[in-house]
C-alpha cells in the first residue's frame, strides 16, 4: 500500500505557472502508474494526466495538452505536474492517485489518493 501527499498548490495569476509534487511513501511507487485529477467545487473529480511505470508513456485531457506536464522520480519516490499557461478554469483541488494498470484513467481505476492541493488562478 501507498501513501501519496500532495504539495506546490497556491494562489496566481491567469498565464502563470506552478508545480505539484507528490511524495510517496510506504509502497513500491515504481509499481504503480501515476495521475493527477482535480476537482472544481460543484464538479466531479477530472482526469489530467497520468504516466506510467517507467516513464515511457503518458496522457493528457485535452483541456491541458500543450501546458502539463507530468513525470516522476521513482528514485526519489515522487510524482510532478508542471501547469503552465494557467487560467481561471484551472481552479481546483488537484489530487495525485496511483493505480496497477496503464490505459484506464477514470477516477475509480485508481486505488491511492493524496489528501489534494489547492490550486487558485485569478483573471
Known amino acids: 500500500q501507498v501513501q501519496l501527499v500532495e504539495s506546490g498548490g497556491g494562489l496566481v495569476q491567469t498565464g502563470g505557472s506552478l508545480r505539484l509534487s507528490c511524495a510517496a511513501s510506504?509502497?513500491?511507487?515504481?509499481?504503480?502508474?501515476m495521475a493527477w485529477f482535480r476537482q472544481a467545487p460543484g464538479k466531479e473529480r477530472e482526469f489530467v494526466a497520468a504516466?506510467?511505470?517507467?516513464?515511457?508513456?503518458?496522457k493528457y485531457a485535452d483541456s491541458v495538452k500543450g501546458r502539463f506536464t507530468i513525470s516522476r522520480d521513482n528514485v526519489r519516490r515522487s510524482g510532478f505536474l508542471q501547469m503552465d499557461s494557467l487560467n481561471p478554469d484551472d481552479t481546483a483541488v488537484y489530487y495525485c492517485?496511483?493505480?496497477?494498470?496503464?490505459?484506464?484513467?477514470?477516477?475509480?481505476?485508481?486505488?491511492?489518493w493524496g489528501q489534494g492541493t489547492q490550486v487558485t488562478v485569478s483573471s
Open positions: 510506504g509502497g513500491r511507487f515504481s509499481f504503480y502508474v
Open positions: 504516466m506510467d511505470w517507467n516513464a515511457s508513456l503518458t
Open positions: 492517485a496511483a493505480g496497477e494498470r496503464w490505459g484506464v484513467f477514470g477516477a475509480t481505476d485508481y486505488d491511492y
